[in-house]
């Protein structure tokens, strides 16, 4: 794929995705969207698979044909939390899910706001991450404060990340009432 055609599709996908956003309705637009879909999770162009991952996520499961492609992506230790959303959006499969939100959340901080979004989105199956939720809850080193890291990252942005996680998290524990 040129890198001009990878921009194409890159652009008619995020189209797509804004005409779902607008309208609300899947089904007329599933046959056009699907194709675009696929061809972007096999673009090899990092912002058009992140793309098409974003707009699979967005059909929801209407977006299912793709999910076959999608485990191959969660499978690779290097995916992104973008393959991780979409897979659980098209599939919502919380037995097949839970495990790799749990693993994911262990295995890489930065993904903690995606997977608590999918908990919440998950109810009341997601009872088992209750013990990493209340570990997060009171741990007084956060979840995007990595000492590996270097200087570049902007704080004020880390902070506010940091606090949409905290309140979601807490969010989760209200709606488990446990």
Aim: glycine share 4%.
């Amino acid at each position: 794929m040129t890198a001009s055609s990878a921009k194409s599709l890159t652009l008619r996908l995020d189209a797509a995705r804004a005409l779902l956003a607008v309208t609300g309705e899947v089904e007329p637009l599933l046959a056009r969207i699907l194709p675009l879909v696929r061809e972007g999770m096999e673009s090899h162009q990092w912002p058009t698979e992140n793309s098409a991952l974003r707009t699979a996520a967005a059909l929801g499961p209407a977006g299912a044909p793709p999910a076959p492609r999608l485990r191959e992506l969660v499978a690779r230790r290097d995916s992104s939390k973008d393959v991780m959303v979409a897979l659980w959006k098209v599939t919502r499969d919380a037995d097949e899910m839970l495990p790799i939100l749990l693993a994911n959340w262990t295995a890489f901080p930065r993904v903690r706001p995606d997977v608590v979004a999918c908990l919440i989105d998950m109810g009341p199956a997601a009872a088992p991450a209750l013990p990493l939720i209340r570990e997060e809850l009171s741990s007084p080193r956060r979840h995007n404060n990595d000492s590996r890291t270097d200087d570049r990252s902007n704080v004020r942005y880390d902070v506010a990340a940091d606090e949409g996680l905290l309140r979601d998290c807490r969010r989760l524990v209200a709606a488990l009432k446990v």
